[in-house]
């Protein structure tokens, strides 16, 4: 073979770089195809963007209120069937209800204006109460938005379900599935988008129960005088057949069945990270509108249930035998309107469910951030992702909502009752709080007494229910979410443990390395962009970064010239509130980045730094990487990352795996780098 035939042509390229391009080709395939499902990602340095994805409070009172709203769906058909024989109870009960939302709505009203960076329930433990007081309202907490999802989405496929034929409810776990993995794309595209996109769902939710509400009285505004009687009668009857006692246990029971109904209203304090400024205001307009408008709802269909005598029908929920027979015989010549409108009416509250859904994508995962800040859960859950929403916290909860739905069955009673324990529980947590902190400022506020009256009457309901409700039906499913939220503590309780321990280390590490002499007859050169160059990543300065520069310097003497110092600072949960927070962020990583470089001064060495904003680390440190490269072409790049003396498999799920990703795409780019191992001994003390 010749020297000609041995090479490649002037129009061939070599079989590597075939490869490469191919490679590239097939990468770029699945970039675009990212971005049609996911959408572009934003420019978090656009001034506009903190304006355009918070909400007004109409907006959010669709994709956080929803969820208080939607629960009319299924709270008052468990409080109604657990009255069974005994429906005069339901006037009462209507009342009750109605009390409650407007009691606990204002109780959260006042922890908005204490807590308004939100947090709900998490934050108010932790803060009034202690650490261990918040886990367990976390835990609660994600177990509760796991389950706002699963009740969501399984009672919605019940109303459809509701009108249509017996044979095809074999199907209603595939329906379910498929549709929480719908929600979960529009959840990974965005929260606004999907909150538009939900919008005429929501309105036609409002303008078909508005019907429905004010048609019913309205059709039954005669027979009020004999409802009266019937109820003063079903009262008198109930006193001889089961007596005072009875009745009130009754009464509570069903009370209690019915605590699906408020499980929605936190849900605000929890999303004002969300909400457009002055956004106390714009979180407490939403909580006004979601406490009328549930107890508007919630209150009518109870009533709605003993005036058209409305009764369980298998395979019907019952605001579909309601509807029924408020519309059902409606006809417009030989067209069936009744019928139509039915179908309208359940469609739209099946989808109002949809869209309550929304709150376990929306604060699940910051629930999620907040708890893995304070080390309770893997610290890679605190950033958001290129997205502005977190990618895993959203993909995690939605794997777990189909879990459920697969062990409950997508039993819908049982669903529900999991569901109102943990979320009374953090109820209970956060009134409790609050009635600690009025009392120990009592002297600081003359009027406290008036402040905490609203908090003791709040925390005596919230016990009051999660009392009954683990008594009654603790072996009917209760004990699952009890095992499944105390699993999660004693998970949280293990976490904190471990990081501490690591803390502990480092921290040595940095009282060992922070305060380096300097180098005698070290003088600063000036950069050479064509002399060999360390480009080493970091990020606050500490210990471990000047473990890694000591590591380049003891690996290669005298061979780097340059040293550049390269960090990302990657915007997370807790740094959304606006653009002059990016700028102290900015100015933050900047500062520790100038350590760097006057660090290695100090040891003789030519130093620099480089440094990107941004939502995902890998995208931005790639391509800050690539500018580096070229700018100087005989550069070397160096990652830090932990490594144990005997490693689990919970470290890799603990500690963030990004210098082993970043190195796979650096190498991919044709950029040569290396991964400094910073060790960590098992037999550490804790901290």
Same mark, same amino acid.
Request: glycine letters at 8%.
């Given at each position: ?11 061939? $390229? ?11 080709? *097939?990468?770029? *395939? ?118 706002? *999802? ?38 990974? /595209?965005?929260?606004?988008?999907? *909150? ?5 769902? %929501? ?9 429905? +509400? ?50 929605? +209203? ?12 002055? /956004? ?143 979320? %009374? ?10 009635? /600690? ?57 293990? +976490? ?67 040293? +550049? ?16 927070? %990016?700028?102290?962020?900015? $100015? ?21 730094? /480089? ?11 790639? $391509? ?32 963030? $795996? ?9 190498? %991919? ?19």
């Amino acid at each position: 073979m010749t020297p000609e035939q041995d090479s490649p042509g002037e129009d061939q $390229e070599p079989p590597e770089q075939e490869l490469k391009s191919s490679t590239q080709f *097939i990468y770029s *395939i699945l970039s675009r195809a990212r971005r049609a499902v996911l959408g572009a990602p934003r420019d978090i340095q656009d001034p506009g963007v903190f304006h355009r994805i918070s909400l007004i409070a109409f907006l959010a009172w669709v994709g956080l209120g929803a969820d208080g709203l939607s629960s009319s769906a299924y709270g008052p058909d468990e409080a109604f069937r657990a009255l069974g024989e005994h429906t005069y109870l339901a006037v009462a009960l209507a009342l009750a209800t109605a009390f409650t939302v407007f009691i606990i709505s204002y109780a959260y009203s006042r922890i908005i204006e204490h807590f308004p960076s939100g947090g709900g329930g998490y934050v108010v433990a932790s803060k009034l109460l202690g650490p261990k007081y918040g886990v367990v309202s976390g835990s609660a907490l994600l177990v509760d938005y796991v389950l706002t *999802i699963s009740v969501s989405v399984a009672s919605g496929v019940d109303q459809v379900f509701s009108v249509l034929p017996p044979s095809w409810h074999q199907h209603k776990f595939v329906v379910v599935a498929t549709i929480i993995l719908m929600l979960m794309v529009m959840n990974l /595209r965005g929260v606004k988008e999907s *909150i538009k996109l939900l919008l005429p769902i %929501f309105i036609t939710f409002i303008i078909t129960h508005g019907i429905v +509400i004010v048609g019913g009285f309205a059709t039954h505004a005669a027979d009020a005088a004999r409802v009266a009687q019937d109820v003063s009668a079903g009262y008198s009857s109930g006193l001889v057949t089961i007596g005072t006692a009875g009745m009130l246990a009754l009464f509570f029971r069903a009370y209690s069945m019915g605590a699906g109904t408020y499980t929605g +209203i936190e849900a605000v304090s929890n999303g004002l990270q969300i909400m457009r400024e002055p /956004r106390v205001e714009t979180a407490k307009r939403t909580m006004v509108y979601m406490a009328v408008s549930l107890a508007v709802t919630a209150g009518g269909i109870l009533l709605l249930y003993l005036f058209f005598k409305a009764a369980p029908e298998t395979g019907k929920t019952m605001n579909a035998v309601l509807i029924d027979r408020f519309a059902g015989g409606w006809r417009f010549g030989s067209f069936n309107v009744g019928s139509t409108f039915v179908v309208i009416t359940l469609a739209s509250e099946a989808a109002l469910l949809f869209v309550a859904a929304q709150t376990g994508f929306i604060d699940g995962p910051r629930i999620m951030s907040n708890m893995a800040t304070d080390s309770w859960l893997p610290h890679r859950f605190r950033s958001f992702s290129d997205r502005l929403t977190m990618q895993n916290g959203v993909l995690l909860i939605s794997g777990a909502a189909i879990l459920t739905l697969a062990v409950t069955d997508g039993n819908t009673s049982t669903l529900v009752l999991m569901y109102s324990i943990n979320v %009374f529980l953090t109820f209970s947590l956060s009134q409790m709080g609050m009635v /600690r902190y009025w009392i120990r400022h009592r002297r600081k506020y003359p009027d406290w007494t008036r402040h905490i009256i609203i908090h003791i009457i709040g925390l005596v309901l919230c016990v009051a229910i999660l009392a009954v409700n683990m008594v009654e039906k603790f072996s009917e499913g209760g004990w699952i979410t009890i095992g499944i939220t105390t699993l999660l503590i004693l998970t949280c309780l293990l +976490i904190q443990r471990h990081y501490r321990r690591v803390r502990g280390h480092l921290r040595r590490l940095d009282t060992i390395l922070s305060d380096l002499p300097d180098v005698p007859g070290a003088t600063p050169q000036p950069i050479q962009p064509g002399a060999p160059t360390a480009v080493l990543l970091v990020d606050q300065f500490g210990g471990l970064g000047i473990h890694s520069f000591l590591s380049i310097h003891r690996l290669f003497p005298n061979h780097f010239k340059n040293f +550049i110092f390269i960090s990302v600072n990657v915007v997370d949960a807790g740094n959304l509130k606006g653009s002059e927070d %990016f700028a102290k962020s900015e $100015e933050s990583t900047r500062e520790a980045l100038q350590q760097y470089v006057d660090l290695a001064k100090r040891f003789g060495f030519a130093a620099d730094y /480089r440094m990107a904003t941004g939502i995902e680390v890998l995208d931005e440190g790639e $391509e800050l990487c690539r500018q580096i490269a070229k700018e100087y072409p005989r550069s070397l790049f160096f990652l830090g990352k932990l490594v144990f003396e005997k490693e689990r498999w919970y470290h890799r799920v603990l500690h963030s $795996e990004t210098a082993l990703q970043m190195q796979r795409r650096l190498q %991919f780019d044709g950029l040569n780098s290396m991964v400094l191992p910073i060790r960590v001994y098992a037999g550490m003390a804790p901290a």
